[in-house]
């Protein structure tokens, strides 16, 4: 049963573009989400996290979007830059758990 | 460096042997995990301690595995018996565990090689 879902396994965009990568969900109880970034042979990477009660949060270059209704997040990435070409991991968190929930990620690759 | 650490960064083992692995927290976090990533899956939950309680396992875990946190500090994974199905990488995270939820820090992963 996969919780958190990313349908995209890869999206290609040009440097200086935006990326939008997608999240869907199907936990009802999960309240905060969280981005990471991983590259070839490292652990995954914080990238910006989201709390329930808001719909958007901002940090530099890079905004996440919760629409709860819709069980929906998404990562913008704008502008993209050819070191932002990495696998991007949505993960979730409910209240009283203290265990990410990963979805399968989503290779980005920018290119010149 | 005061990030998590994990050792080895590579394993390569044969079948039926045991493996140890060791991880190194960020030192005032009191929350530790473990994951385990297969390829084209994102990491899955394994287990968690809060200091050295062992407080969650996942059905992942077979009875295989084992895992401690002695002293609140390190902890160690260790599987017996390896199958090749148990190739994968495993990473270790850490967090603080207070004031709410907070994102959790990687490691850079023990890659195991089941041959």
């Known amino acids: 049963d996969q919780q958190v879902k990313q349908n995209s396994p890869s999206l290609s965009v040009q440097e200086g573009r935006i990326s939008i990568l997608n999240c869907d969900y199907t936990n009802s109880m999960f309240d905060y989400f969280l981005w990471y970034k991983k590259y070839p042979a490292e652990g995954p990477t914080f990238l910006i996290s989201?709390?329930?009660?808001?719909d958007k949060n901002e940090d530099g270059r890079f905004t996440v979007f919760l629409n709860k209704s819709a069980k929906h997040l998404s990562l913008h990435i704008v502008p993209s830059q050819p070191g932002d070409s990495a696998v991007y991991f949505c993960a979730a968190l409910t209240g009283t758990a203290s265990k990410l929930t990963f979805g399968t990620g989503t290779r980005l690759q920018v290119t010149l | 460096d005061t990030g998590v650490s994990q050792d080895p960064r590579h394993k390569i083992t044969k079948r039926g042997q045991n493996v140890t692995f060791r991880c190194d927290p960020i030192s005032e976090h009191n929350r530790l995990y473990w994951y385990r990533q297969t390829l084209g899956q994102g990491p899955e939950f394994l287990t968690y301690?809060?200091?050295?309680?062992?407080?969650?396992k996942s059905r992942l875990l077979s009875d295989r595995f084992s895992a401690e946190r002695p002293k609140g500090s390190f902890s160690t994974l260790e599987i017996q018996r390896t199958e090749q199905g148990d190739s994968a990488m495993y990473l270790c995270?850490?967090?603080?565990?207070?004031?709410?939820?907070?994102?959790?820090?990687f490691g850079q992963g023990t890659r195991l090689t089941v041959v």
């Open positions: 995270a850490s967090s603080p565990g207070r004031g709410g939820n907070t994102e959790a820090f």
């Open positions: 301690f809060q200091n050295e309680a062992q407080l969650e």
């Open positions: 989201i709390s329930s009660i808001k």
